[in-house]
């Protein structure tokens, strides 16, 4: 996976999450990318700073769609988390740790929630460890 900085035509920034840069290619040819602050479909990659070892920062993953759909997927994203939250435990910055735990039979298993860095979410998949993000809601950004 890759994160490109983008912009629409509008100047709004945003970020999106791509396999490689071909599936942006392809995305935005069929004009699958939209701002999510205005709907423009006119998206294009912004210039990005490098990521410096040692820079502390907050990823963000913005929902980029271009269905009519859109309302009714952010319900049952928010109906998701809403559903994963109440029945999880809360590990907080915990969580690799835990799901390890869990993936190998060292505690007991149940549904955990919490955070973890890029690095952390990496190496528990190729530990086949299976995971996923709670999506960021238009909520969560206010």
């Known amino acids: 996976m890759i994160k490109f900085s983008l912009v629409c035509d509008g100047g709004h920034e945003f970020e999106g ?70 029945q999880g435990e809360n590990v907080g910055s915990r969580f690799a740790e835990e799901a390890r735990k869990i993936h190998f039979g060292e505690t007991e298993a149940r549904g955990i929630y919490g955070k973890a860095t890029a690095e952390e979410v990496s190496g528990l998949l190729d530990d086949g460890v299976d995971v996923m993000p709670l999506p960021d809601l238009p909520e969560d950004l206010n």
């Open 17 to 86: 999450w791509f396999k490689n840069s071909a599936d942006f290619d392809t995305q935005s040819k069929r004009g699958f990318l939209e701002c999510p602050a205005c709907g423009s479909s006119r998206v294009s990659k912004a210039l990005m700073a490098p990521n410096v070892a040692g820079t502390r920062h907050r990823d963000q993953m913005n929902v980029v769609t271009a269905s009519p759909a859109q309302p009714e997927i952010i319900a049952k994203m928010r109906d998701l988390a809403r559903l994963v939250r109440e």
